[in-house]
């Protein structure tokens, strides 16, 4: 595949950025992130691999893929986390949402997978072993893939949140009218518009999850574990949050 036929689509990619409120038909486009064009050329490489490994194809062309941005170091202030939360909680049949915030912020658990969490094993998803106090983040029928789920241990405060829910008869986390949700794209941007809480997005809360537990001490390994985040992208994202960052090298630098 042509270098300049990967690089032609990053240039026209877009995104529907205005709606007709009458037709609900496009009226406006806005260029998608190089992180999103990535992505999306990067499942391209791999659909290509798999074809050329079962034998569909005979050879399998690399794709040239635009440079990986800047990680982003975006994270909630607790006073910009409280007034999203409670936008979500107050807001028209978005209680579900305000479940999700919470999960997030405490766990740093990636959109998808909290989304696919129940309170019992399921085919579906993780699940919550709310008697062990565990998180298991994927189902024993999910395959294990880049983006790891490891089990992790639920934090108290949560805790209590899930016990309540799961009392009140929730067969899922995250859940509407008893059924799961499998989307909260549009409850997720409205109630960052109406807080006034931006930009934000659902993978935001991972950061401040995770930016949070540095905050507060947490080390580079153990937050590593927790968070299902590997060390070196927790020390080279997040590190420097860390009361402890750098300390052995900034004590020897500033040894007599």
Same mark, same amino acid.
Request: hydrophobic letters at 35%.
């Given at each position: $595949? ?23 038909? *496009?009226?406006?486009?806005?260029? !998608? ?14 659909? !290509? ?13 690399? =794709?040239?893929?635009?440079?990986? *941005? ?11 986390? +409280?007034?999203?939360?409670?936008? +979500? ?11 999700? #915030?919470? %999960? ?9 997978? !909290?989304?696919? $969490? ?5 085919? =579906? ?8 106090? #565990? $998180? ?15 089990? +992790?241990? #639920?934090?108290?405060?949560?805790? +209590? ?9 929730? %067969? ?11 989307? %909260? ?24 999850? !995770? ?11 153990? @937050? ?27 004590? @020897?630098?500033?040894?007599?």
């Amino acid at each position: $595949m042509k270098g300049e036929t990967c690089r032609r689509y990053a240039r026209t990619r877009k995104k529907v950025a205005q709606r007709d409120p009458e037709t609900n038909e *496009p009226i406006a486009y806005e260029p !998608i992130s190089t992180g999103t064009v990535r992505r999306e050329l990067g499942t391209l490489q791999s659909a !290509i691999n798999y074809a050329h490994a079962e034998g569909y194809v005979t050879s399998a062309p690399v =794709v040239t893929l635009p440079q990986k *941005p800047e990680a982003k170091e975006r994270w909630l202030s607790r006073n910009e986390a +409280a007034k999203l939360l409670w936008q +979500a909680y107050r807001g028209n049949n978005t209680r579900h949402l305000a479940r999700f #915030i919470l %999960i997030a912020l405490y766990t740093g658990t990636r959109k998808d997978a !909290i989304l696919r $969490m129940g309170f019992e094993p399921n085919t =579906v998803g993780g699940w919550f072993d709310l008697d062990q106090g #565990i $998180m298991f983040r994927r189902g024993d029928t999910e395959r294990q893939t880049s983006k790891r789920r490891t089990p +992790a241990r #639920i934090p108290r405060q949560l805790l +209590a949140h899930l016990r309540r829910w799961h009392a009140s008869g929730s %067969i899922w986390a995250v859940e509407y009218k008893g059924a799961r949700v499998g989307n %909260i794209k549009r409850a997720f941007a409205k109630a960052v518009q109406d807080s006034g809480v931006t930009p934000c997005t659902p993978h935001t809360l991972k950061h401040t999850a !995770i930016t949070w537990a540095l905050q507060n001490g947490a080390s580079v390994w153990d @937050a590593a574990g927790f968070f299902a985040t590997s060390a070196e992208t927790i020390e080279k994202v997040y590190g420097h949050h860390s009361p402890h960052h750098q300390e052995s090298a900034l004590r @020897a630098v500033e040894r007599r």
